[in-house]
């Protein structure tokens, strides 16, 4: 361990040691990616995709070798007992920052199927990532805010028959889909803009999961429902290259998700819609509560409750 660095110092070296663990594995996943795209068979696209994966399982890994050989975090993570790569989960977190997707990577990497999660078609340009995304088959979204699909209520339809097509190629093999019902970073502002009630979430959207649980069927039955605690409120990703983040709190509870919501129709049955969102509002009550526990425990152990957002 690197304890006796400076923060500073710690984070560039962290910083490059990240970066040559990207661009050492990002060559054989390139190859594969391409061999993926020359060849348009389902069964070899397949096979390909499985080989993406075991090339990111081991990305991982590294990464969290050098994270905890840089700065010897002892993170608190309760709850993951049980779990099994041979199942469909959908995760659900909440969302304050980057760090969140390092994390849950971190803490389910080899536990569950390879997670896989919607993402802005915007971010098909990032260097490097763009690609790999694509080939481990991460449906791109096209984003549209109220007014846009106001006046355009089409444009809706678009996002609906991505989930569709992706959901279908989600049930023929083990799947854990992430979802982020806060739909972006949670910060103050944000959270008063909204009226959210609750003190550290921002209001939750239910459409996306209940659009993934319409498609996959029976398929998708048991809910991580994640909770993620910082020592910093809104932590960058210099924050965990750094060594600002030594103590990550992680709670995963499991649970079966009611029968009765797999297969709704969320779009045109109103009180099917209500009855979803009622349920969604219950889990979002109970994490709330969780933060407002966590905040305490961290308080008796002598750290700030304030770091919680």
């Given at each position: 361990?690197?304890?006796?660095?400076?923060?500073?110092?710690?984070?560039?070296?962290?910083?490059?040691?990240?970066a040559l663990n990207l661009m050492f594995w990002i060559i054989p996943f390139y190859v594969v990616a391409i061999l993926k795209l020359l060849i348009p068979v389902t069964r070899w696209r397949q096979l390909c995709v499985r080989w993406l994966e075991a090339i990111g399982e081991v990305w991982i890994d590294?990464?969290?070798?050098?994270?905890?050989?840089?700065?010897?975090?002892?993170?608190?993570i309760v709850g993951i007992d049980g779990l099994r790569r041979r199942d469909w989960y959908?995760?659900?977190?909440?969302?304050?920052?980057?760090?969140?997707?390092?994390?849950?990577?971190?803490?389910?990497?080899?536990?569950i199927p390879f997670l896989k999660f919607f993402i802005k078609k915007q971010l098909i340009w990032v260097p490097l990532l763009g690609l790999a995304w694509w080939a481990l088959g991460l449906p791109f979204m096209q984003r549209h805010s109220r007014e846009t699909l106001e006046k355009n209520p089409e444009l809706r339809g678009q996002d609906l028959e991505t989930t569709r097509r992706a959901c279908e190629h989600f049930s023929q093999v083990p799947t854990a889909l992430i979802n982020f019902m806060e739909g972006t970073r949670f910060s103050e502002a944000k959270r008063e803009q909204q009226q959210s009630p609750y003190r550290h979430l921002l209001n939750p959207k239910a459409g996306g999961i209940a659009f993934a649980l319409s498609a996959m069927g029976e398929k998708m039955h048991r809910l991580l429902d994640v909770t993620i605690v910082y020592p910093k409120p809104n932590p960058t990703f210099w924050d965990l290259l750094s060594g600002a983040l030594p103590n990550i709190t992680v709670h995963v509870r499991q649970e079966e998700i009611p029968?009765?919501?797999?297969?709704?129709?969320?779009?045109?049955?109103?009180e099917f819609r209500e009855r979803f969102q009622t349920w969604i509002r219950e889990l979002w009550q109970d994490k709330d509560e969780?933060?407002?526990e966590l905040a305490v425990a961290w308080m008796n152990r002598g750290s700030d409750p304030a770091a919680i957002p």
């Open positions: 361990m690197l304890l006796f660095l400076p923060a500073p110092v710690r984070g560039v070296i962290g910083f490059v040691l990240f590294v990464n969290g070798l050098l994270e905890r050989a840089l700065h010897g975090g002892d993170w608190d959908l995760v659900s977190s909440n969302h304050q920052s980057w760090v969140d997707v390092f994390v849950l990577q971190r803490v389910f990497n080899r536990r029968p009765a919501f797999i297969g709704g129709d969320y779009l045109n049955d109103e969780l933060m407002d």
